[in-house]
């Protein structure tokens, strides 16, 4: 019975050497567990910090988009409210209502002043110089009922998000819409 001699991995090297070569092993072993573990910790808690920061974000962006909204809704109450501009819309003045739309949104930095009718029909707009917001009137006309219940809206005009607000124009009946 020849059996074949089962060698050691080790056995032709030096004590030293079988020592060391197995807790280096050892050692890189740990090594590699940790960086794991730090790693995962590191990920987390990475993705925890953007998940918060995000939400702080959305806050922020839609507080700013509440003040904005708010500041719009003045202005455009301010127009529907002035004498005379309800006098041009009564005796139908296209230019005065034009040239009141135009001066007003470009004093309260509005991108685009319209006048809709009493059935949510855009009558007029302005917008001053900016030939990207041409396609808006599409789009007001589209989202009008909308504004009429919640007076604040954002629509898509082209490749660009704007926010609308609409409020009535009274004398003393509503005879009008003014949307910025």
């Known amino acids: 019975m020849n059996r074949p001699d089962k060698r050691s991995l080790f056995e032709g090297w030096r004590l030293s050497t079988r020592m060391v070569v197995p807790s280096l092993l050892l050692l890189l072993a740990l090594q590699l567990v940790g960086l794991a573990v730090i790693r995962g ?18 806050r922020i962006w839609a507080r700013l988009l509440e003040q904005r909204a708010v500041k719009l809704g003045q202005g455009a109450a301010l127009l529907a409210a002035d004498y005379g501009f309800r006098s041009a ?7 005065t209502i034009h040239s009141a739309l135009d001066n007003h949104g470009a004093r309260i ?27 808006a009137t599409a789009v007001l006309g589209a989202i009008a009922p909308q504004l009429a219940k919640e007076g604040s809206a954002i629509a898509m005009v082209g490749a660009r998000p704007y926010q609308f607000v609409m409020v009535p124009v009274r004398a003393p009946l509503v005879i009008g819409w003014v949307a910025m």
């Open 41 to 58: 910790g590191v990920d987390a808690n990475a993705r925890s910090q953007l998940a918060e920061r995000l939400a702080v974000s959305e």
């Open 89 to 95: 819309i009564g005796s139908g003045d296209e230019e």
């Open 109 to 135: 930095d509005a991108g685009l002043t319209a006048l809709l009718d009493t059935g949510l029909a855009v009558r007029t707009v302005a917008h001053g110089d900016d030939a990207a917001l041409r396609p």
